[in-house]
């Protein structure tokens, strides 16, 4: 098993990934969009050339705070669940974030994915009582 960051050298590995990895397809030119951002950084599990797990983050900076890394995303084929996959792709983004200066990673869930809230607490993140809002920006037609 291989992990590792991608580079934007790296897109023809979104051409090989396992079910379930991903919400959605990969689009290949999002993936391109994607890894051609400096600030964007994904990790991804191999196994045997087939993407088997990735955890996607944004480093970003604000006018009053130090560089922080925003974990967006974390999923792992359910073929490749409980073996410590999931961990190890969010200590690579962990570790990319330190390299990179920020001062604090963070990453939300749901409260009952209790999955999700372990991987967190095994990497050696801790719960705060943070409510996340969401809103729709419905795209508007330029005809």
């Not at 959605?24 to 191999?46: P, Q, T, Y």
């Not at 009053?64 to 961990?87: C, F, T, Y």
């Not at 690579?92 to 607490?121: I, K």
Request: glycine fraction near 8%; charged fraction near 25%.
């Amino acid at each position: 098993m291989e992990v590792r960051i991608l580079d934007k050298a790296d897109a023809a590995l979104f051409n090989r990934v396992a079910e379930d990895v991903f919400d959605n397809s990969v689009n290949r030119e999002l993936a391109v969009e994607f890894l051609g951002d400096s600030r964007h950084h994904i990790s991804v599990a191999l196994d045997g050339g087939l993407m088997v797990g990735f955890a996607s983050a944004v480093h970003y900076v604000h006018p009053d705070k130090p560089a922080e890394l925003w974990i967006n995303e974390v999923g792992v084929a359910p073929s490749h669940q409980r073996r410590g996959i999931g961990r190890r792709l969010v200590e690579l983004l962990l570790e990319r974030g330190r390299e990179l200066g920020c001062h604090e990673a963070w990453v939300l869930t749901e409260h009952a994915n209790a999955a999700a809230r372990e991987l967190y607490r095994a990497t050696g993140g801790t719960e705060s009582d943070t409510v996340m809002a969401t809103f729709k920006l419905p795209q508007t037609s330029t005809e």
